[in-house]
């Protein structure tokens, strides 16, 4: 049985990894309500909250395959494909508003990249 800070630990760092990941799907999902409420520093970029929730959604990804997984590596691999898909989707939505032509490639790539190591080190651990 896990000692009570054991335990403490592991309460805080869910509510931490809820708290990050719903800021995330927030910023992604309704970007103009979470530049209103959280992100006020003009002007108003969708694209820019887009990347905060992307890496938001990323880091809370991380706390939660950490408590769940038990494997460091494998736990950062997966937060960092969770904020790459993420990132990769925010490029495809925006890429109407600037950036590079390649961008949407060049994180599709990156992307993959995260979730084939992923993979990866999922099917050694079995």
């Known amino acids: 049985m896990p000692s009570t800070q054991t335990r403490i630990v592991q309460v805080l760092t869910t509510v931490l990894a809820l708290v990050l990941v719903g800021i995330g799907?927030?910023?992604?999902?309704?970007?103009?309500?979470?530049?209103?409420?959280?992100?006020?520093?003009?002007?108003?970029?969708?694209?820019?909250?887009?990347?905060?929730?992307?890496?938001?959604?990323?880091?809370?990804?991380?706390?939660?395959?950490?408590?769940?997984?038990?494997?460091?590596?494998?736990?950062v691999l997966a937060g960092n494909s969770v904020a790459a898909l993420a990132h990769f989707g925010g490029h495809l939505a925006d890429r109407s508003m600037g950036g590079r032509a390649s961008d949407p490639l060049t994180f599709g790539v990156l992307a993959f990249a995260f979730v084939t190591l992923t993979l990866a080190r999922w099917r050694q651990r079995a």
């Open 25 to 75: 799907l927030w910023a992604l999902l309704a970007p103009h309500a979470f530049y209103d409420s959280a992100a006020t520093y003009p002007p108003y970029n969708r694209h820019l909250i887009h990347d905060i929730g992307a890496f938001a959604l990323g880091l809370g990804a991380c706390l939660g395959a950490g408590l769940v997984l038990r494997d460091a590596l494998l736990a």
